[in-house]
Structure formats: C-alpha cells, structure tokens
C-alpha cells in the first residue's frame, strides 16, 4: 500500500469493555512499532516485532495489553478490560530497516 | 533509564521570526532522528543524523547533532505558519541498532502570522 492504515480511525468504549486495534504496515515492512499518545504528550512505546523475532513488550503498561502480528504483517493491539486512563491515540508505525518510521494516522481510543 | 528530553516544551513566535528546539539524551546515540506531527495528524520523519557534529540544512530547517553525540538542535529561519506543529527527536533505544526508539515530549510551535 501506499502507507502505513490502521482501524478505525475512532474508537469509543465503554469502560470494562475490550478492544482491538488494526494496523496495517506498508508492504515489504518488516519491523512494526505500536506507541500511545495521550492529549498533548509524547509517543510513548508499547511493543515492538521485527521479522520472526520474538516481540519486544517491554512498553506495554499493563497484562490488559497485548499485540500480535499475523503472516509478519498485519498487527493487531487488543486492551482487555479497558479503563479510562486508557484513552490516548495509538499510532502504529512500520520500517523497512532501522531506523526511520513510518506513521499511520492513529486510533483515537475514548473509554467512557 | 534512558531518556530523551526537549526544551522548550512550548513556543509562540511572530512569522518570520527564528525558532530552536533543543534536544538532550542522558546516553550517547547512535544517531538521532527528527520528526514532525502537524496538529491532528501524524508523525512525519525529516531527517536522520548520524555522525558527530553533523549539520544539515532542508529548505530553512537546520538540523545539528553534537559532537558527544548526546544532543541535536532543530533551528527554522524565519517562521512560516505552514511550520505550525509539534518537532519531535528521538534517538535508538539502547546500544543495538533495533528500531525502537525514545522520543522526546516534542516541542509545539505555534506561529502567529
């Protein structure tokens, strides 16, 4: 594809609830990053694959998260049990080789 | 930890007027890369640095990275508004050539025509 898409764009929940997050990485890419971004803040890394490595989770908050990625494509991030402070946009990015990333334009996630 | 940290944290300047973020990492990098994210959208990557005491110029944007290689600086010659967004730097995470980056908290620049 043309760049990095994830869905959807906007998310609303209720909290408690579970949600999954899609992105789709540019063709050929093989690393994948998902970060969090709340209102105004920095990128803050979640986890990371590369190829058939094991992922590096060391960004995930909580057990409430967790990500995959089929086929070394497609990746999707769940958060089980969804709380407020959960609300942030989450950005996924991917890589063909380090280092430079390539952004989807987000989920914007709203628990209520 | 490792951490990556951008002053400041906010501008205003008046079109046309000059503008500098400055960014310092707590750890030597390997390089250090820019981004921009313009209100309600993504990050967009501009420019990669690599080698101690690096310079270099896109348009009217001036990039540097120390020769400690520990802190880059991001200057724009005369502001325009198409300029408006939030500059972040990130550098490696670690040691190894992996991907994952530390970002900066951004510096947000809003210009005022």
């Known amino acids: 594809g043309a760049g990095v898409s994830q869905s959807p764009s906007n998310k609303v929940t209720e909290k408690g609830k579970d949600v999954e997050l899609r992105c789709d990485p540019i063709s050929g890419h093989t690393a994948l990053y998902w970060y969090r971004q709340s209102l105004g803040q920095g990128l803050e890394f979640l986890i990371y694959?590369?190829?058939?490595?094991?992922?590096?989770k060391s960004g995930l908050p909580s057990d409430r998260f967790s990500a995959e990625r089929t086929g070394g494509s497609v990746s999707t991030l769940t958060i089980q049990r969804t709380q407020q402070e959960d609300s942030a946009v989450y950005l996924c990015a991917s890589s063909l080789a380090p280092p430079t990333q390539y952004f989807g334009p987000g989920t914007r996630l709203t628990v209520l | 930890g490792q951490q990556v940290m951008q002053i400041p944290q906010y501008q205003h300047v008046q079109e046309g007027e000059d503008f500098t973020t400055y960014c310092n990492s707590s750890t030597t990098l390997s390089n250090i890369q820019w981004y921009k994210q313009r209100p309600g959208g993504h990050p967009v990557f501009l420019i990669q640095?690599?080698?101690?005491?690096e310079v270099k110029k896109q348009k009217r944007l001036t990039f540097q990275f120390g020769e400690a290689k520990k802190n880059s600086s991001l200057h724009i010659t005369a502001t325009q508004t198409t300029d408006v967004g939030t500059y972040f730097c990130a550098g490696p995470s670690g040691s190894s050539n992996t991907g994952k980056l530390i970002f900066g908290q951004g510096t947000t620049l809003q210009v005022k025509p």
């Open positions: 640095l690599v080698k101690s005491g």
């Open positions: 694959f590369q190829g058939n490595s094991a992922p590096d």
